[in-house]
């Protein structure tokens, strides 16, 4: 089964692309996943500053700059996995670095 890992953390303190790659917690989750043989598809995300939001009200497109909402924890970015299960999924994302000061929200895909 696909699932979806919805990277969240604080913006603030969200290392940098540099830091990450260097980040030995990040490097042995990579290792998990390809000793798992899980094919990596997912994305970082610029920040909320960059974010544009897009609604369609009575017809009429409304944009505005930013997130839909205020909040401290904002998904930073996403990663695509396929697991026999949830439970491996679980094992999965509580190896995430970002697990460790942020969130890792999972989703199931519908296929």
Not at 22 to 46: I, T, Y
Not at 70 to 86: M, P, S, W
Request: aromatic share 6%; with cysteine.
């Amino acid at each position: 089964m696909k699932y979806v890992l919805l990277i969240c953390d604080d913006e603030t303190v969200s290392p940098s692309n540099e830091e990450l790659a260097a980040d030995p917690v990040h490097q042995a989750w990579a290792a998990d996943l390809a000793r798992r043989g899980a094919e990596l598809v997912g994305a970082r995300l610029r920040p909320v500053v960059d974010a544009t939001t897009v609604r369609v009200r009575d017809g009429e497109t409304l944009v505005s700059d930013g997130p839909f909402a205020e909040t401290k924890d904002v998904v930073g970015g996403f990663v695509i996995i396929e697991c026999a299960n949830l439970d491996e999924a679980i094992e999965v994302a509580a190896g995430h670095p970002y697990a460790r000061w942020g969130g890792v929200e999972i989703r199931p895909v519908w296929e």
